[in-house]
């Protein structure tokens, strides 16, 4: 339960240096987005998230996890992440390609499927390959620690949808039960 409370706590430290670091920022020009630009600011899928392996090895107190296990597990994740940089560019290709079709002054609609179909065999390979890191590790993992890393991920994205929704007065209320 401390773990919760410190991590709401966190959150909303976080989220009010935010704003106050944006309060305080100089007038500048404002920048002409394009489509490059934004591809290029790591947002939407493309950003980094963290992955099932990250997620338990931020709890690795509270799984108990044995000197075996952190061996184990961190391997999978780097591994992972070696193999999904690769991925992660080449799909960031294929969707510039794809948006680059949709805008283009004379609309070709099967090249766009083609792209399109191009973009979600990297997706999927992608996801295939998340199934399988999590496979592994849930492997390693006990049955009941699987069982609380399930808990602690309800919890996880309970708060996210919470703090999503900017609703922190419900997020102080469910820190409290």
């Known amino acids: 339960m401390r773990g919760i409370l410190f991590l ?17 920022q100089p007038s500048a020009k404002p920048k002409v987005l394009t489509m490059e630009s934004m591809m290029d600011k790591k947002a939407g899928m493309m950003k980094a998230k963290k ?3 990250q997620h338990v090895m931020a709890y690795q107190a509270e799984l108990q996890l044995t000197d075996v296990q952190l061996g ?13 940089k690769a991925k992660k ?44 890191v999590r ?15 399930q808990k602690q991920l309800k919890v996880l994205m309970t708060i996210k949808k919470i703090v999503i929704g900017n609703d922190t007065n419900f997020l102080v209320l469910y820190a409290k039960n």
Not at 119 to 130: D, L, W, Y
Not at 135 to 149: F, G, H, V
């Open 72 to 84: 184990q597990i961190p391997r999978i994740v780097v591994v992972a992440k070696q193999g999904s």
């Open 135 to 149: 496979q592994k590790i849930e492997a390693i993992l006990t049955p009941s620690q699987r069982d609380k890393m």
């Open 8 to 24: 709401i706590v966190m959150l909303l430290t976080f989220n009010t240096q935010v704003s106050i670091a944006a309060d305080h």
């Open 51 to 53: 992955g099932y392996g």
């Open 89 to 132: 560019a080449k799909m960031k290709k294929a969707m510039m390609k794809l948006k680059k079709a949709l805008v283009a002054p004379t609309f070709d609609a099967e090249q766009v499927r083609t792209l399109n179909q191009e973009h979600n065999k990297i997706h999927t390979q992608m996801a295939e390959k998340g199934i399988e």
